[in-house]
């Protein structure tokens, strides 16, 4: 089993047990547009690229960012084609890209993965990526909702 793969299923037995049993497909991809993406494909499942770049990075990088598209993932699962087409309207509405990108960083650090996930976005930031509004929570909102979180 791949190092990605086996990381997914690690995260999913922790903290995502309603995607047990569902078909996510996990595999690094060159890209110059996004560190992660997931999508979801009528005859093969799931998928979550992961950026070759992050190859390179340390576990907890990766296991936060994947955290973050499995948020994503069961969010659309239980919410299904209405949420797909929301997603395609994403694209037109920037206030609702905002919403959804910070409602799954909450999701994925009330399921315990907000040290990882700050970790992401630290690590994002130097290697120099600008972080927008619509991007989601900021590294320190993240850092204020952890117990342990530095306070501002
Ligand atoms: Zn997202």
């Known amino acids: 089993m791949s190092y990605l793969?086996?990381?997914l299923d690690t995260i999913i037995r922790k903290s995502f047990y309603e995607l047990i049993g569902e078909e996510i497909h996990i595999d690094y991809k060159e890209s110059k547009k996004y560190s992660l993406c997931h999508g979801y494909m009528p005859k093969s499942g799931w998928y979550i690229n992961v950026n070759e770049e992050l190859s390179k990075a340390p576990p907890a990088v990766v296991e936060g960012g994947i955290a973050h598209e499995l948020a994503h993932i069961v969010t659309e699962k239980q919410y299904g084609r209405a949420l797909t087409k929301l997603g395609k309207l994403e694209n037109i509405s920037r206030k609702h890209k905002t919403v959804n990108e910070r409602n799954t960083d909450v999701t994925v650090i009330l399921r315990g993965?907000?040290?990882q996930l700050q970790?992401?976005?630290e690590y994002m930031e130097k290697q120099g990526s600008r972080h927008r509004k619509q991007d989601g929570l900021s590294v320190r909102e993240v850092a204020t909702l952890l117990p342990s979180g530095k306070k501002p």
């Open 5 to 7: 793969k086996s990381t």
């Open 113 to 115: 993965y907000g040290p």
């Open 119 to 121: 970790s992401y976005f």
